[in-house]
């Protein structure tokens, strides 16, 4: 396989520290809102390469944080928390804000059927898990204390910015305010956070009652459940400078290594050319799609237009477009279910062959799902064809073996048939009910007896 690197720049072929299995992170939701269709572009992406791995034969271990502390309402050290401030608005507990909007994203999800991470962890249940990490960064030397906040010297590192190739310098040149705060650089960010009296999230801790930055969670989870290091990190795109430069910059503090080999970012989904998100208020959710009559897996074959390191910009066109494509899907597929013609080994081998290679071509979806067309628009009706599609759903997560089509309506004249039959039948009146079955089998359909009377195949 291979994959694009972000730390060095480069399509790398990918070898997991160990052959087996493949351990990595995904950062997770932030749960004070429903999450938009660009969160969930982020969650497709982590499945597709969850299933490509795993279509390559690994097995893996993979943990899925979810915030529900401590993420700023900016990435950096500004603002109020996300959550709180949806607790305030709704007038609600915030974890009772977080239980309600994770509950939302874990359905989100498994409506677009995405393979789920082994371990999806809350920040707010591994408080200590981040108190022990934060103290071992405080003894290694790399942080300063002001009144309220033990803050990450970025200074103390051999190099701030390994992901984005951007140091403090040109950081400093690129705010768009002067730099004036209580931090020594303006790389720096809080770690450790001492909580106002009124503070509805906090901790007793070593500090005295406080609450972790945003950061934390997920290196201290991640070492949590994966060691020092592991294979792959994924985010979206905006995770690149700031909060996986410092998570990088915490595990430098924690460990002296940089936690994972391979970081992958998935792009935006935009809008109009921009970013859809909650602060612009231009976003969807599932269930404006689906009110609107597009099932999840439309927004799933949506996605595979594109390669995940692409912008996709969203329009009700290219809805409707992968609604047919789903629709062509579903019933290509379907027309292989009975088929009895062959196939040879060798057309079978190159359909495998040109699928795998671009799965393992960094994730390269337009390519296979054009391998899939071509299967699909086979004149040839065959088994083997299904098998082979069923064998791509792997990857593509359709669930086709679950597909069916709907039974189609019968015509008005063709159920009153019916109905006579059955009165027919009921008073014993063969020669009736033989004269409509005949009809019926002229008309198409195969009649056959049944307990609950006459039942139509076409
Ligand atoms: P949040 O809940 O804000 O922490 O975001 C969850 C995930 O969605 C992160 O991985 C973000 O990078 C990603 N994300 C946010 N907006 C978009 C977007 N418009 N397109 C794709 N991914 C996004
Ligand atoms: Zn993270």
């Not at 051999?158 to 768009?176: H, P």
């Not at 059955?422 to 008073?427: C, K, M, P, S, V």
């Amino acid at each position: 396989m291979r994959i694009y690197n972000t730390l060095t720049r480069k399509l790398e072929e990918f070898h997991p520290m160990d052959e087996q299995e493949v351990r990595m992170y995904s950062c997770g939701p932030t749960v004070y809102g429903y999450a938009h269709i660009g969160n969930l572009r982020a969650y497709l992406f982590m499945d597709t390469l969850r299933r490509t791995l795993k279509y390559n034969g690994y097995s893996l271990k993979h943990v899925m944080n979810i915030t529900d502390v401590g993420h700023l309402v900016s990435d950096a050290d500004d603002g109020e928390d996300k959550m709180l401030k949806a607790a305030r608005i709704e007038k609600k507990d915030p974890l009772e804000i977080a239980e309600f909007y994770m509950d939302a994203f874990l359905q989100d999800i498994d409506k677009l059927n995405i393979d789920k991470p082994e371990i999806i962890a809350r920040a707010t249940e591994h408080i200590d898990c981040m108190e022990k990490y934060v103290q071992k960064i405080i003894q290694n030397g790399f942080t300063y204390e002001t009144q309220n906040t033990i803050y990450f010297d970025t200074s103390k590192l051999d190099k701030y910015g390994v992901l984005s190739n951007r140091n403090i310098e040109e950081q400093k040149a690129g705010a768009r305010v002067e730099f004036d705060s209580e931090k020594k650089n303006i790389s720096d960010f809080a770690l450790w956070i001492k909580a106002p009296e009124n503070h509805l999230m906090k901790w007793d801790t070593f500090w005295g009652k406080c609450y972790p930055g945003w950061h934390l969670e997920c290196s201290a989870m991640s070492h949590h459940y994966l060691g020092e290091q592991f294979d792959i990190h994924t985010g979206g795109i905006d995770h690149i400078p700031i909060h996986h430069e410092n998570e990088i910059a915490q595990s430098k503090g924690f460990s002296g290594k940089i936690p994972a080999n391979y970081w992958m970012h998935v792009d935006f989904l935009t809008i109009d050319g921009g970013k859809m998100s909650k602060s612009l208020n231009n976003l969807y959710t599932l269930q404006d799609l689906s009110d609107k009559g597009y099932e999840p897996l439309v927004y799933r074959m949506f996605n595979f237009a594109s390669n995940y390191r692409n912008k996709i910009n969203f329009t009700w066109d290219t809805m409707d477009s992968s609604k047919v494509a789903l629709n062509r899907l579903r019933e290509g597929y379907w027309k292989h279910v009975n088929g009895t013609e062959n196939v040879s080994d060798e057309v079978l081998q190159d359909f495998e062959k040109r699928f795998l290679d671009a799965i393992n071509d960094d994730l390269n979806m337009p390519v296979a799902m054009s391998v899939v067309w071509e299967v699909i628009k086979s004149p040839v009706k065959s088994q083997k064809l299904k098998d082979l599609l069923l064998k791509f759903d792997e990857v593509l997560g359709f669930d086709l073996a679950h597909y069916e089509p709907e039974a189609e309506e019968l015509p008005e004249e063709i159920l009153e048939l019916v109905k006579q039959r059955d009165e027919a039948r009921q008073n014993k009146d063969w020669a009736e009910s033989d004269r409509i079955r005949d009809i019926l089998i002229e008309k198409g359909y195969q009649v056959k007896d049944t307990k609950e009377g006459t039942v139509l195949n076409q």
